[in-house]
């Protein structure tokens, strides 16, 4: 998932005009699966990945899911409601960073020029 991951950090970081819908905010997610953690932190408008959060972070928006739904969920092939509805993943998380999270996913994959290959992506990363 690193690399789509990157990919989804690259799109995010492109598009300046969605870098002000959290404001101040900082959004940590941590995306729980089966093949393991994997760790997005977006602050003043930059995402990165990062190894792990520091110690006492408890502000985590955590996603638990099957490794091919956080690919599709990353590449805009599935919206973060419809995954909850359909049980595919679970989120814990304050409802505002929930729906921090489900806009800044929405928006930073809308119009992106590349369409990931997540067949791919599954079997390499």
């Not at 598009?15 to 940590?28: C, M, T, V, Y």
């Amino acid at each position: 998932m690193g690399c789509l991951l990157d990919t989804f950090i690259h799109d995010y970081n492109q598009k300046s005009h969605i870098h002000n819908l959290g404001n101040s905010r900082e959004l940590r997610i941590c995306f729980d699966t089966d093949r393991g953690k994997y760790f997005l932190s977006v602050e003043n408008g930059v995402a990165q990945m990062l190894e792990k959060f520091p110690e006492g972070q408890d502000d985590v928006v955590t996603i638990v899911s099957s490794y091919s739904t956080a690919v599709h969920l990353l590449g805009g092939k599935m919206k973060l409601r419809e995954a909850v509805s359909h049980q595919l993943l679970t989120v814990s998380a304050s409802l505002r960073k929930i729906l921090l999270l489900e806009a800044v996913l929405f928006l930073t994959k809308q119009g992106s020029s590349e369409e990931p290959d997540l067949e791919n992506l599954t079997n390499v990363c």
